[in-house]
């Protein structure tokens, strides 16, 4: 079991910044990539960005240049640091943990946060 704990958000200007930490306790190491996932209001859930522990990481193609996702092995964090806000990023922000035992893959959610950003 992973247990995945997200803070940071809130309500921005266009053109600000804001940084999502997620928090990972329980079988971190079975944990084969960490990301972060975001819904608008009536839109599906969607990858923002991921992070792989081989260190492959994908972006959206929307967010590209303007978040960075991070991992501290050390105090088992993740972050996405995004700047340059759109009103477009608007939605609620999910932590994602992909973990893997034996031939079975798992998947884990946080409870989200909410970013809004204003125009």
């Known amino acids: 079991q992973v247990q995945l704990v997200e803070s940071g958000g809130g309500l921005v200007q266009a053109g600000g910044s804001l940084r999502l930490s997620c928090r990972v306790s329980?079988?971190?190491?079975?944990?084969?990539?960490v990301g972060w996932y975001r819904q608008a209001p009536g839109e599906q859930r969607e990858l923002v960005a991921e992070?792989?522990?081989?260190?492959?990481?994908t972006y959206a193609d929307s967010v590209k240049g303007r978040f960075t996702i991070s991992r501290d092995n050390i105090k088992d964090m993740v972050y996405l640091q995004m700047n340059d806000l759109k009103p477009e990023d608007t939605g609620v922000y999910y932590c994602?943990?992909?973990?893997?035992?034996?031939?079975?893959?798992?998947?884990?959610w946080g409870q989200g946060t909410q970013v809004t950003v204003s125009s």
């Open positions: 992070l792989a522990t081989i260190g492959t990481i």
């Open positions: 994602n943990a992909v973990a893997v035992v034996e031939v079975y893959q798992y998947d884990y």
């Open positions: 329980g079988s971190i190491f079975t944990i084969n990539a």
